[in-house]
């Protein structure tokens, strides 16, 4: 733990000072190809940096940070587009709007007691997961892997619930949406594009999709140029999923993750131009429980069968539970000696 808090020290500090340089120097160099060249460096620097550490949750929220969120919106800013354009008001803000998924508006609204209650049963939810592992040697590897889906959800929830009441408490901002029960989705579409994991689509439209949708409308009608893409931005999700798999495991990439994002991404499509057929629509329109049901349950599938063997095979999952539940021992142990030590002084 303590060469892993080292890590981590030194890992930032790193990543200060290169946002550091890309927030005053790049901005005066004309933007397109001669700004991206001028921050190659950096962009390299983020690909290494999560290799610095043996923890699976350090590991991953580093390189979601820096390898995907920082290098995108870097690639994004040297052209001009993106969230950090125009340049934040000062460092710290260019810094939070580069390494995290934050709005830059201002006032957030306020929010109601219904999603304190909801964040309350994620909670429980996510504490009856944690207590069932303990018993994982007697349940069916499917529910197992049902658990750990359920365990990833619920642990990114939670970790967002407390870094946006930090981000509005420092800088008035806030978070972009993580998830917007994703359990509901009707169509692949909506499962992707609206509901799971919103930052990435958030970032992959401006960087890949509409580029090559750009591209493809010179060659095919506007009408049909999205699906090329639609593919590319599914093949490049794949393919920085297959880095983060590799920064987790240091294993030779088995492109089942790959394929994975390959085959939801011509699904998608497929599923698109189904649509655009109206007479097909009409006739075999599916009730909304039977479409959520079609749709998560392929999610579900298909993970089973290409997302999660090659973390079950390398023990990362293993590895991942055993750290959420050192966490909770550890907490847990500070809190009872806080206790201890507010008892006494009371008594005193």
């Not at 929010?111 to 909801?118: C, E, G, I, S």
């Not at 297959?242 to 994975?260: A, G, S």
């Not at 131009?273 to 009409?282: E, F, I, R």
């Amino acid at each position: 733990m303590e060469e892993e808090l080292k890590s981590l020290i030194k890992v930032w500090v790193y990543a200060i000072i290169s946002i550091s340089y890309c927030y005053y120097l790049p901005p005066r160099i004309k933007s397109g190809f001669p700004r991206l060249l001028s921050i190659f460096p950096v962009l390299a620097l983020f690909l290494a940096l999560p290799l610095f550490f043996s923890s699976v949750h350090i590991s991953l929220i580093t390189a979601f940070s820096l390898t995907w969120l920082a290098n995108f919106k870097l690639i994004l800013f040297s052209f001009d587009k993106g969230p950090l354009i125009p340049l934040p008001a000062n460092l710290s803000r260019f810094f939070c709007f580069t390494c995290f998924p934050i709005k830059s508006q201002q006032n957030p609204k306020a929010q109601n007691h219904l999603p304190k209650l909801v964040f309350g049963i994620k909670v429980a939810i996510f504490g009856v997961i944690l207590h069932l592992y303990g018993y994982r040697q007697n349940l069916s590897p499917t529910l197992l892997v049902g658990l750990y889906f359920v365990h990833l959800y619920l642990e990114i929830e939670i970790i967002i619930a407390f870094i946006k009441v930090v981000v509005f408490i420092f800088l008035g901002c806030d978070l972009e949406p993580q998830s917007n029960k994703p359990y509901l989705a009707t169509s692949l579409q909506d499962f992707w594009g609206r509901r799971w994991n919103l930052m990435v689509p958030a970032i992959l439209r401006p960087a890949v999709y509409a580029p090559m949708r750009r591209v493809s409308e010179r060659r095919m009608s506007s009408g049909w140029a999205l699906f090329p893409g639609i593919l590319a931005a599914f093949t490049v999700s794949g393919l920085v999923h297959e880095l983060m798999y590799f920064y987790v495991t240091r294993e030779t990439p088995t492109w089942e993750v790959t394929l994975f994002f390959v085959l939801h991404g011509v699904c998608t499509a497929a599923e698109l131009a189904v649509k655009k057929k109206t007479t097909v629509m009409q006739r075999w329109r599916l009730s909304p429980t039977l479409s959520r049901l079609f749709t998560v349950g392929f999610v579900f599938v298909t993970s089973c069968w290409l997302f999660t063997p090659q973390l079950v095979r390398n023990g990362v999952m293993e590895r991942y539970t055993y750290e959420a539940l050192l966490f909770v021992d550890f907490v847990k142990h500070k809190l009872f000696t806080l206790l201890g030590i507010f008892t006494t002084t009371s008594a005193i």
